[in-house]
């Protein structure tokens, strides 16, 4: 019965998540015309500051043990560094596309928890896996003419970077680490990172620009509490079908807000990959139950 609550908290939380990263996405894209490493700074200063608030408020202490540090670290370098990739791919592509590449990382996430947390994918898996990055190739579009691949490549590199550090925070997490401790972590080294970039490419923001990126952080920090607080609860074999509503929503944005309609071989990619995280997801929680009834 434990379990099955802890299970239904990850999918709540992920939700919770999807909702958040969607409107992330959306306001960055609404902040205009700015670097990308000044909307990472602000969007993760904010984070910061929340984060921060949560520790003191719940009379939590600010304890990074030497069992998990190692993990934290690396959560926060592939973290920020496929934030930075995402948010550059969401200035140059359709919304619905710079999404549908970040959630690859549920895919990332099994190839990188093989040598990381010595999970042994299944056929399954590997099969879904393979499939994924086939419909990715329908969103990237390596053709000489497409101007859009270079930033869809990179892209790419923003769900490689998502899904490591995921994996990472499932490690630390289960060593112990809370989700504040990870979270202020996270959002004070990309800080660190960003800082100085924005301060060589600093340009000058309107209240409208400033008042997009704080409701960027704070739609983030939503997301980034709502995911650390999932993969805590129950593993990503378990929740990472969920992760992909993020690319409806932003999708659903994109239409009605920006008129952004994505191409044929786009929407064909998003099914083909959305499709078979459907079907593994499916196919693995019913060998889930099967082993469970047998014990």
Request: glycine fraction near 8%.
């Amino acid at each position: 019965m434990d379990k099955s609550n802890d299970q239904m908290k990850g999918m709540l939380f992920i939700v919770f998540a999807t909702i958040g990263f969607s409107f992330m996405s959306f306001f960055v894209k609404l902040s205009g015309d700015l670097p990308t490493m000044q909307k990472a700074f602000f969007r993760n200063a904010f984070a910061l500051i929340i984060a921060i608030m949560t520790l003191f408020s719940g009379k939590q202490k600010f304890v990074i043990k030497k069992e998990y540090g190692a993990d934290i670290l690396f959560r926060c370098l592939f973290g920020t560094t496929g934030l930075i990739a995402n948010f550059y791919a969401i200035d140059r592509l359709i919304l619905a596309d710079a999404n549908m590449l970040n959630k690859l990382s549920p895919f990332f996430a099994i190839l990188v928890s093989i040598p990381l947390l010595k999970e042994r994918p299944s056929k399954t898996d590997i099969i879904a896996t393979i499939i994924a990055f086939t419909g990715a190739l329908l969103i990237l579009r390596p053709t000489p003419g497409n101007m859009e691949l270079v930033p869809a490549l990179i892209g790419l590199y923003g769900g490689f970077g998502a899904g490591t550090a995921y994996a990472f925070v499932r490690k630390a997490t289960g060593k112990g680490a809370s989700t504040p401790v990870i979270v202020i972590c996270f959002s004070l080294f990309s800080c660190m990172l960003t800082l100085p970039f924005m301060i060589m490419n600093y340009k000058p923001m309107s209240n409208m620009q400033l008042l997009m990126l704080i409701a960027a952080g704070l739609s983030a920090t939503v997301g980034q509490f709502s995911i650390t607080t999932a993969y805590k609860y129950a593993p990503a074999k378990k929740l990472s079908v969920f992760d992909y509503l993020q690319v409806i929503f932003a999708a659903l944005w994109g239409i009605l807000f920006l008129h952004e309609i994505p191409t044929l071989l786009s929407i064909i990619g998003y099914v083909v990959i959305i499709g078979v995280a459907v079907i593994r997801w499916h196919m693995t929680l019913k060998g889930l139950d099967k082993s469970a009834t047998r014990s």
